[in-house]
């Protein structure tokens, strides 16, 4: 068997970052909400900068529970597409030794989301990070952990369940 | 005097809730307001999409509403004083919302303690027989 080179680190790059680009920018919502992520090798950051249209009550000011709400569940359902999409990319079509190809992304549907308000929500940036606890055929259930200034001081907390989308 | 305390909170209510910019950003409006119990909607926006393969609004938009809802039907219980936040809500999304219908909102606070403010909601589009999602939540309350 002959043995591969290893393959350059700039191609690996830009077709992670492609392909969660592409995952990104299909749903409309997440630029709404201006969300962003910060990629390092599979684990992703959800990134909440902060802006006047996600303030709740303006008088102390806080972030609306439902903006809070609504970046966790976008983180959530990011990272669980993330995961499959990751494999889909980066395990290699035995017929061809190379990527498969990305095509038309379907995303899991929340059948349900439960969010715990810890503190309030100042208006600044927020971080968020999801973590699968189960990955099922039918279903996942997920948990989400956001911060602002303090990685160890969350400021909510959300676990869901997601239908996962029937692979063709 | 008792008639004028209540249309008074409602005021209050209402005026609080027209004000709020995340759920101004998502064109929230009051529908009515009871004791205890509040109805808002949201217009459907294509800005809302979360599943460009259904145009199906996001669930994050939905709770939002349902959020909102919530809060406004805490804070419209006849013993309820000042403000709310929540504690903590949960949705069962069951099934998606129609494109291009209005998503309504009814929320009622069944049961307020001195600190907190029990709530229920159902969110609907047009065919109001089968609800879109079910919200139930714990606010706190007190001043």
């Known amino acids: 068997m002959v043995k591969l080179s290893p393959e350059p680190v700039a191609?690996?790059?830009?077709?992670?970052?492609?392909?969660?680009?592409?995952?990104?920018?299909?749903?409309?919502?997440?630029?709404?909400?201006?969300?962003?992520?910060?990629?390092?090798?599979?684990?992703?950051?959800?990134?909440?900068?902060?802006?006047?249209?996600?303030?709740?009550?303006?008088?102390?000011?806080?972030?609306?529970?439902?903006?809070?709400?609504?970046?966790?569940?976008?983180?959530?359902?990011?990272?669980?597409?993330?995961?499959?999409?990751?494999?889909?990319?980066?395990?290699?079509?035995?017929?061809?030794?190379?990527?498969?190809?990305?095509?038309?992304?379907?995303?899991?549907?929340?059948?349900?989301?439960?969010?715990?308000?810890?503190?309030?929500?100042?208006?600044?940036d927020a971080y968020a990070r999801a973590t699968v606890n189960r990955a099922g055929r039918r279903y996942s259930s997920v948990h989400v952990e956001a911060w602002q200034d303090n990685r160890n001081k969350l400021f909510a907390q959300g676990t869901g369940h997601f239908l996962m989308p029937v692979k063709n | 005097m008792k008639k004028n305390m209540i249309e008074k909170k409602k005021k209050a209510v209402r005026d609080f809730f027209a004000i709020l910019p995340h759920s101004q950003s998502l064109g929230m409006g009051i529908d009515f307001i009871r004791d205890g119990e509040v109805g808002m909607s949201m217009?459907?926006?294509?800005?809302?999409?979360?599943?460009?393969?259904?145009?199906?609004?996001?669930?994050?938009?939905?709770?939002?509403?349902?959020?909102?809802?919530?809060?406004?039907?805490?804070?419209?219980?006849?013993?309820?004083?000042?403000?709310?936040?929540?504690?903590?809500?949960?949705?069962?999304?069951?099934?998606?919302?129609?494109?291009?219908?209005?998503?309504?909102?009814?929320?009622?606070c069944y049961n307020l303690t001195k600190n907190v403010a029990f709530v229920r909601a159902v969110a609907l589009d047009d065919n109001e027989k089968k609800p879109v999602a079910m919200a139930a939540g714990a606010f706190v309350t007190g001043n």
């Open chain 1, 11 to 124: 191609l690996i790059k830009k077709r992670r970052n492609e392909a969660l680009s592409k995952l990104i920018e299909s749903i409309p919502y997440i630029s709404f909400l201006g969300v962003g992520f910060d990629r390092r090798g599979d684990e992703i950051t959800a990134i909440l900068p902060f802006n006047e249209n996600l303030i709740g009550n303006p008088s102390l000011p806080a972030l609306h529970g439902g903006s809070i709400a609504a970046f966790l569940e976008i983180s959530a359902i990011i990272e669980l597409s993330w995961m499959q999409i990751w494999r889909q990319i980066e395990d290699p079509d035995p017929s061809t030794g190379s990527p498969k190809d990305l095509g038309d992304i379907s995303l899991p549907k929340t059948i349900d989301f439960s969010v715990d308000y810890l503190r309030s929500g100042l208006p600044r």
């Open chain 2, 43 to 108: 217009p459907y926006d294509s800005r809302l999409i979360g599943d460009p393969q259904t145009k199906v609004i996001h669930g994050g938009a939905v709770f939002a509403l349902l959020d909102t809802c919530c809060g406004a039907a805490a804070m419209s219980h006849p013993d309820q004083v000042g403000p709310t936040a929540t504690i903590d809500l949960r949705v069962d999304y069951m099934r998606p919302a129609a494109p291009n219908q209005r998503i309504k909102a009814i929320a009622t």
